[in-house]
């Protein structure tokens, strides 16, 4: 089955600071979505990619899938605290089940 | 309005008590899932169901059993708890196995 590994498994930034968070497939991915999570609530949908080389773009948070479709990266630029929480990446589709990986926790210190 | 609704949010109860779970959406999706968060925040698949059919079913104690009883809702019951089920159970839908999974606010159960 799809394993999904993330790094870091948290991070500690200063408001205003760029930071980057990864996430690795062991297989090549169908469809990859980012979620954030904040404590005590559920899972909000960020961005989905699946073509290799895509990039999307909401508001300071760009996610990037790599052309062989095992590897993306999210970046926050201009870190502020409302964007504090858990990040997780997660692949499915193309007759696939739906996994999550370990998620990175992410602090934002004003 | 609330898309994927579960209740109760949370949930306190003994060893070897059965529970449920209620979960309903509202946007027409076709899939619903199960889903656990452990204490170490991992989420991990339990159930799917396709226009009430199931279709994923991962290792799971059979004293969880998912009931559809119509396309908009996901129950999960859970029949002599144990200490090992206290996680965080969270629900969700799709508009099929290719689109991207909408959350409810999970429900917190704990054992004692």
């Known amino acids: 089955s799809q394993e999904l590994e993330q790094s870091p498994q948290s991070l500690i930034v200063q408001e205003g600071k760029n930071l980057t968070i990864n996430c690795t497939s062991s297989?090549?991915?169908?469809?990859l979505y980012w979620y954030k999570q904040k404590y005590g609530e559920g899972l909000i949908f960020l961005m989905m990619?699946?073509?290799?080389?895509e990039e999307k773009s909401h508001e300071k948070i760009t996610a990037k899938l790599d052309e062989k479709k095992q590897q993306s990266s999210l970046h926050i630029t201009a870190s502020q605290p409302s964007h504090a929480g858990i990040y997780l990446c997660?692949?499915?589709?193309?007759?696939?089940?739906?996994?999550f990986g370990p998620g990175t926790r992410l602090s934002v210190l004003p | 309005d609330t898309a994927v609704s579960q209740t109760p949010k949370y949930l306190v109860t003994q060893m070897g008590n059965d529970k449920s779970i209620k979960c309903e959406q509202n946007?027409?999706?076709?899939?619903m899932y199960w889903y656990k968060q452990d204490s170490k925040k991992f989420l991990k698949i339990m159930f799917s169901?396709?226009?009430?059919?199931?279709?994923i079913n991962e290792t799971v104690p059979n004293r969880f059993s998912p009931k559809s009883p119509d396309k908009a809702h996901l129950n999960l019951h859970i029949n002599s708890l144990e200490l090992g089920d206290s996680a965080v159970y969270f629900c969700?839908?799709?508009?099929?196995?290719?689109?991207?999974?909408?959350f409810g606010n999970g429900t917190r159960l704990t054992v004692t």
């Open positions: 969700a839908s799709s508009q099929g196995v290719n689109s991207p999974l909408h």
């Open positions: 297989k090549t991915l169908y469809g």
């Open positions: 990619l699946q073509k290799g080389g």
């Open positions: 997660g692949a499915g589709g193309g007759g696939q089940n739906f996994v």
């Open positions: 946007l027409g999706h076709d899939t």
């Open positions: 169901y396709n226009n009430k059919e199931l279709i």
